[in-house]
């Protein structure tokens, strides 16, 4: 796997809402009312919020060789229930024409239809381990909930090597009146990569028309891919 596969896979993470290893787990309940109550946070986050555009930096630099350093200006469009279109039209060669990706992990609306969730509080949020109900390349995400249902943290695990991850941890900032990301830093190991970002956006326009994302498949064995 080369850099250009690892920034896709960096991008799908960041774009699904993408520090190190998360230390063990805490012990989980599976109360599903709890887990009901918690997802509704999240899709409760910031109801007045439709869409955004956002100006986006990307600074990713591989900690293994060849030592790549890819620095990216481009844009984010965000739109409701949790759809993410990352768009770097100018990226090197070596990043094999990686221009767009889109992602939609971030609408949790999908989280209890596409994963077996269980879930622990913490005196800050809670913590979520999610289990994809469709076994394929990810084994499971656990991920950090702020207690106003911010999604503060996710790690991803790899079913072939559990010692491959992306880790993505996010910052919030209210602009506008509107809870939005203003920062990620991201951790990733993939097979022989080991690469390191951040991603910065501002320039924030609220409620106004983003492009429209790709429409997930509609065979039920793929409709929770992204």
């Known amino acids: 796997m080369g850099l250009a596969a690892g920034l896709a896979a960096l991008f799908v993470a960041a774009a699904a809402l993408a520090a190190g290893p998360t230390p063990a787990p805490p012990a989980y309940a599976s109360a599903a009312a709890n887990v009901d109550s918690i997802v509704d946070k999240v899709i409760d986050h910031d109801p007045g919020l439709r869409s955004y555009s956002a100006v986006a930096h990307l600074d990713l630099r591989q900690v293994s060789f060849p030592y790549l350093h890819p620095v990216l200006d481009g844009h984010a469009y965000v739109s409701a229930p949790g759809y993410t279109t990352f768009d770097y039209p100018h990226t090197p060669f070596y990043l094999k024409g990686i221009t767009k990706v889109q992602g939609a992990f971030a609408d949790a609306s999908r989280w209890l239809r596409c994963y077996d969730i269980t879930v622990a509080s913490k005196s800050d949020g809670y913590a979520l381990h999610m289990v994809p109900k469709v076994q394929g390349e990810i084994a499971y995400v656990d991920v950090l909930l702020g207690l106003e249902g911010t999604i503060d943290r996710a790690e991803w695990r790899y079913r072939e090597n559990m010692k491959d991850y992306i880790a993505l941890t996010q910052t919030y900032t209210t602009i506008d009146g509107h809870s939005v990301v203003t920062s990620q830093a991201s951790d990733v190991a993939l097979h022989h990569i080991r690469a390191k970002g951040t991603q910065t956006f501002s320039n924030f326009e ?19 891919d992204n």
């Open 206 to 224: 609220f409620n106004v028309p983003v492009p429209t994302p790709s429409p997930t498949p509609s065979d039920p064995a793929h409709a929770c």
